[in-house]
């Protein structure tokens, strides 16, 4: 989950550096509506780090879930009926899901129960 969380960082920083960059006012709007998601999931993310490192892993899942269903808001933002543009996020959203797919894997080995 660190590596998830540098990584939504990392991407929240290229955001700000592409709405700069833009004179589009619809990209500009959809990147502005990305930053607050990403600012969302890297909130879940710290949280999901704290419990997980408290052992409660059920909730960790539930804020690395929340943290995920933010990319996928940020990329329907680009798509809506009255913007509908292509997305420079992309690449990046599928590569951070990816990521997400396999912390959620792992995670999902220690909410497993035990054998006695």
Do not use: W
């Amino acid at each position: 989950m660190d590596v998830a969380l540098v990584k939504a960082t990392k991407i929240s920083e290229l955001i700000d550096k592409l709405n700069k960059r833009s004179s589009d006012i619809s990209i500009k709007s959809c990147l502005n509506v990305c930053s607050a998601y990403y600012g969302v999931a890297i909130d879940n993310l710290q949280r999901a780090i704290h419990v997980f490192e408290l052992g409660t892993y059920k909730d960790s899942d539930e804020f690395l879930a929340t943290a995920v269903e933010a990319l996928g808001d940020c990329e329907d933002t680009f798509s809506e009926p009255q913007i509908h543009r292509k997305s420079p996020l992309t690449a990046t959203n599928a590569y951070f899901a990816s990521m997400a797919t396999i912390t959620e894997d792992i995670l999902s080995i220690f909410m497993k129960p035990k054998s006695p």
